[in-house]
Every structure is written in structure tokens, then in C-alpha cells.
């Protein structure tokens, strides 16, 4: 089981920035990956940016060269920073843990946080 507790969204006008933070209640060395997703009004969930385990990231085109994901291990916490954000990045974000065993694999969400960009 783990259990993620987001933070950091909030309402900002275009061309600024926010870190989002999501704490793991458990080692993210356990953990296979961790992302962030996105979900706005009227269209599908859809992934941000995700690292693994090994540290090997992945980022949605629409965020290349504006948004960053990194991990604090000792805090078992990762990070979005998000930079000049533009009003389409307007999105309830979730936090992602993906652990995988013999069972197959499990996803963990968090609650979700509002980022609100204004043009």
C-alpha cells in the first residue's frame, strides 16, 4: 500500500512557475515508477511526466523544456517543476505510484491538486 499526499497547486497567471510535491508514506526505492498526471475539465486523465526507479524520466510533448520531475529519497517525495505555464496546463494534477510484483503491478493515486493558469 502506498499512500500519496500531493501540495503545491495554486492559481498563477501564464508565463509563471509551480512545484508541485507529493510524499510517499513509503520508501520510493520500493517504488517502480512515480508520475504525474493531469486531468482537465471535459478530457481523459493523461500523463505529465513520470520517473522511474532507475531515474529515467519521460515527459508529455506539450511539457518538454518547461517542466521537470525529480525525487528527494530521503524524503520519499517527488517533485513538478513547472515553468512557464501557459492557461492549457490549467488541470486537476495527481500524483502516481506504480509498484510492480509477481501480481502484476498496482497503482496508487493521490487526491489531486488544482493548478489554475490564467492568460
Known amino acids: 500500500q502506498v499512500r500519496l499526499v500531493e501540495s503545491g497547486g495554486g492559481s498563477v497567471q501564464a508565463g509563471g512557475s509551480l512545484r508541485l510535491s507529493c510524499a510517499a508514506s513509503?520508501?520510493?526505492?520500493?517504488?517502480?515508477?512515480m508520475g504525474w498526471y493531469r486531468q482537465a475539465p471535459g478530457k481523459q486523465r493523461e500523463l505529465v511526466a513520470a520517473?522511474?526507479?532507475?531515474?529515467?524520466?519521460n515527459y508529455a510533448d506539450a511539457v518538454k523544456g518547461r517542466f521537470a520531475i525529480s525525487t528527494d529519497n530521503a524524503k520519499n517525495t517527488v517533485y513538478l517543476q513547472m515553468n512557464s505555464l501557459k492557461p492549457e496546463d490549467t488541470a486537476v494534477y495527481y500524483c502516481?505510484?506504480?509498484?510492480?510484483?509477481?501480481?502484476?503491478?498496482?497503482?496508487?493515486w493521490g487526491e489531486g491538486t488544482l493548478v489554475t493558469v490564467s492568460s
Open positions: 502516481n505510484a506504480r509498484v510492480v510484483g509477481a501480481w502484476g503491478g498496482t497503482d496508487y
Open positions: 513509503r520508501s520510493i526505492f520500493s517504488i517502480n515508477a
Open positions: 520517473v522511474t526507479r532507475g531515474s529515467s524520466t
